[in-house]
Structures are given as C-alpha cells and as structure tokens.
C-alpha cells in the first residue's frame, strides 16, 4: 500500500459543453486538494475562460505542467496538451472541440499506461462530433476496451444507493434481441461479480438480473429470450457459483424499489439500466468501467451543451467520479495485497516433500 497522494487524471471532455465547469466546481475547495492531485488534461487557456464565469470561487490556483510527472501535490495540474490558438464556443459542438476531446483523452490514456497517473476520470464527449473526426468508437468504454486489451468490459453506473450494469451498450434498440447471447450474459456476471468483490469490497455479492420483454415474456406470449438465452445464462452463472437471481420483470422491480435487495443489477440494454438509474441517482451516480486493468470512471451525465458557459452545470457527478476512482483504487490494492497474503499463506502450509517421498 502506497503512502503518497493518489494522482487522478482528468479529461476535458468536449471543451464547449459542461466539462471544464464541472472540473472547477468539483476542485474548487482548497481541501479537497488534501485527499489527491488532481491532473487535468486540457488547456490552461479554457480553464481560465470558464473560471471567469464561474461566481463564488474565491481562489482556484492552476500549475501548468507539461507532463504529469512534473504534478505538483497540493496544486490543481494542468496538462497543456492543446494549441495555444485553441478557440471555445460554449453550447457549440465543432470540430475543433471534438480534435481536443480526443487529444486530452489520448495523453491520459498513454500517461496512465506509463504509470504517471493512477486513475483516469473523463469528462463528457459528444460522440458524433468524435466520430466525424475519425473516432471509431462509439463512447469511453469501447475505446478503452481496445486500448487496454480488454476483450469484453461493463458499463457499470454505481452509486451508495444502486449500482447497474448493462449487457449491450451504444447500440440502437433494433439491434438488441440478435446482440444477446448465453454467454454474452454469462460474461457480464462473471466481470460484475469479480468486479463488486475486488472494487467493492463485497465478499459474496447478489446480482439481480432483468428480462428483455415485457412481463419477463409472458411464458413466451410476449418473446422468448427469458427462456432460450437469459435463463439459461442465470443457471450457467449459479453452477459456476455466482449469486445470481432472475429474471425480474424491470417495472416492479424497480417501482417496488427491489434493487436494494440486491448488491447489483444487469440490465439487458442501454436505456433500461441508466434511466431508472439516473432517476434514483443522478446527482451523485458515477459510469465505472468494470474489467480494465486501470480505474477509469466518469460523470453519469453527457455534455449538456445548452448549460455550457452559464455557470448552472451541478459538479456533484463530477466529484463522485473522483472519489469513486480513488476509493476503486485503494479497493483494489486492498484486496490483491490480501490475495497475494492468502497465497503465500497457503504455500506455507503446504508440507514439505523429502527426496525419499519424490523417490517412493
């Protein structure tokens, strides 16, 4: 376990939407700066136009650094990583603010690769802007899949109250049903439930997991994926010893608040995870990446370019996201320092083979 502060690197995001007031907001109480350094990866120049709109800040000190091994504890970092003759028109998705998004984000992803910092936390992107500028993802989550060599991740949305995570992601609803599999499920629960144990702290962790169809397919008059891939799915996660339990019909599960029942839930797509999610969590609720070898997490909200520039974006996302990754970090030495503690524990007690027993 490492003494020093925690260095948690911070992409701008789209720089004409809410990401850099979001960013100040959250690092704008000189005590905050006690728990981590913060690195953020952007422009000083951006930093600073929002930082004059932005009214009952006293004092928000910036140190420009042009590595993030130059980070200074105690000082808010900034990454230049920018043209100087950046331009920002807030409310505006453009091209320019799409090449910096993708910029900031590349930097952080290298630093954190070579260890400068520890945790990655990202602002909000707008994907189409990225997309027409040759960003072949479709969010954070894939991009960092690849980077990382990750086969298969979860978007995992977390909070003290609930925690959800979905089987499909960035895809048009049409598209669902055929994108669902057996196994696809079977992943998805092995990662939540390596996740909520190694991230969490959760020894023996609950996942609920929903249906696709309405009523849970009614006995197949309303669909049958319950029956031919998510049941089967549940099952396969049990014998392997994975608490899992479903599936519930998404309605009453969650008006009858039987999320908190559970430790987690799977969702099978996008929008039926994160919209009863955001209802019950929004100001504070956290997107993790569960099954990175890196702690990535961002704010649960998109760019809301209509709040751009006016000083009425709300940091409390923003600030969960920081303290999630960090708290995800130190989790996670905990609980390999003790798995390593177990093993050589074990090898200790094996007995000792002589020559004569090799030899018998």
Excluded at 199 to 216: E, R, Y
Excluded at 296 to 319: L, V
Aim: with cysteine; proline share 5%; net charge negative.
């Amino acid at each position: 376990m490492q003494n020093r502060k925690i260095i948690v690197g911070i992409t701008q995001g789209d720089g004409n939407g809410i990401g850099y007031e979001v960013i100040i907001k959250a690092l704008s109480d000189p005590r905050i700066l006690e728990a981590f350094t913060p690195v953020i990866y952007g422009s000083s120049k951006i930093l600073g136009f929002y930082r004059k709109g932005i009214h009952n800040i006293d004092q928000f000190d910036t140190y420009v650094i042009n590595s993030a091994k130059d980070a200074r504890p105690k000082r808010i970092n900034v990454v230049n990583c920018l043209p100087d003759n950046v331009y920002v028109e807030p409310g505006q998705p453009s091209a320019d603010s799409a090449k910096a998004a993708i910029t900031s984000l590349e930097r952080a992803v290298e630093d954190i690769r070579e260890g400068d910092i520890d945790v990655l936390v990202t602002a909000p992107i707008n994907k189409r802007s990225m997309a027409a500028q040759g960003f072949c993802h479709t969010g954070h989550t894939e991009y960092l899949e690849e980077q990382f060599g990750v086969k298969d991740g979860v978007m995992f949305m977390v909070s003290d109250r609930i925690r959800v995570a979905i089987v499909t992601g960035h895809i048009p609803l049409k598209d669902v049903p055929s994108s669902l599999s057996t196994e696809k499920i079977l992943n998805k629960l092995r990662l939540m439930d390596a996740s909520l144990k190694r991230d969490f702290c959760i020894d023996s962790p609950k996942i609920a997991v929903l249906s696709l169809n309405p009523h849970s397919g009614d006995g197949g008059l309303l669909g049958d994926e319950e029956q031919t891939i998510i049941i089967p799915a549940v099952k396969a996660a049990r014998d392997e010893g994975i608490d899992a339990f479903g599936p519930y019909s998404p309605d009453g599960f969650f008006g009858l608040g039987n999320y908190s029942r559970f430790d987690a839930t799977l969702a099978m797509y996008h929008d039926q995870g994160l919209a009863p999610f955001k209802a019950i969590a929004f100001e504070d609720g956290v997107n993790f990446t569960a099954g990175l070898p890196i702690v990535r997490t961002s704010p649960d909200h998109g760019t809301a370019f209509e709040m751009a520039g006016k000083d009425e974006a709300d940091p409390r996302s923003m600030r969960a996201a920081i303290f999630r990754a960090i708290d995800i970090f130190n989790a996670r030495e905990a609980y390999d320092a003790l798995q390593e503690g177990k093993m050589t524990e074990s090898r200790r007690e094996q007995p000792a083979r002589s020559g004569r027993a090799q030899i018998e």
